[in-house]
C-alpha cells in the first residue's frame, strides 16, 4: 500500500472502531494496547464476549424448540448461513486492509458488530410473546418460556 493508502486504512479501521458499540466491551484493553497486535488481541476478546452472548441465546432457543424437529432444524439452518454471511460480509468490508497488520482488527469489529445485532435479534426471537398482550403463539418462531 502507498503511505496516503495505509493512512487511510488506518483512519477507517479506528473510525469503525470508534463508532462500534460493541467493540467497547474492555475499553480499558485498547486504552493500555501499545501496538497493533495488542488492538487486535482486544478486538478478539469483544468478539469472543459478543459470540458467548449468542451461543447462550442460540443454546436456549434450541431447548425451547425441543420435540419441535421442523422449526430446530429451520433454526439450526438459519445460523449456519448467517455466520456465512457474516463472515462474507466481513471479508468484504475489510478486503481494502486485506494482507495488513490491522486487517484482522478491522475484521474483528465488523464480526463483533454483526453478532451484537444478531444476539438482539436472537432475545428478540426469545422475547416474542413473554409480555400479555403480546403476539400470539402463532406469531412466534420459538414458544414463549414455560
Known sequence: MR?????????LGFAAFAS???????QACYDRAQSQAALTACSV???KL???????RYKDMQARL?????TRKLLVDAQ???????????????????????NPM???????????????DLQA???CGQQSGDQTDEDCAIPAAP
Do not use: M
Open 20 to 26: 462500534s458499540p460493541a467493540a467497547h466491551a474492555d
Open 66 to 70: 425441543k420435540g419441535d424437529d421442523t
Open 125 to 127: 426471537y426469545l422475547a
Open 80 to 102: 449456519k448461513k448467517w455466520v456465512a454471511f457474516r463472515d462474507a460480509e466481513c471479508a468484504l468490508s475489510t478486503v481494502r486492509t486485506a494482507g495488513g497488520s490491522i
Open 50 to 56: 459478543v459470540d458467548d452472548q449468542l451461543n447462550k
Open 3 to 11: 503511505p496516503s493508502s495505509v493512512c487511510r486504512a488506518t483512519l
Open 45 to 47: 476478546d469483544d468478539l
Open 106 to 120: 478491522n475484521f474483528n469489529i465488523c464480526a463483533t458488530d454483526l453478532t451484537q445485532k444478531r444476539v438482539t
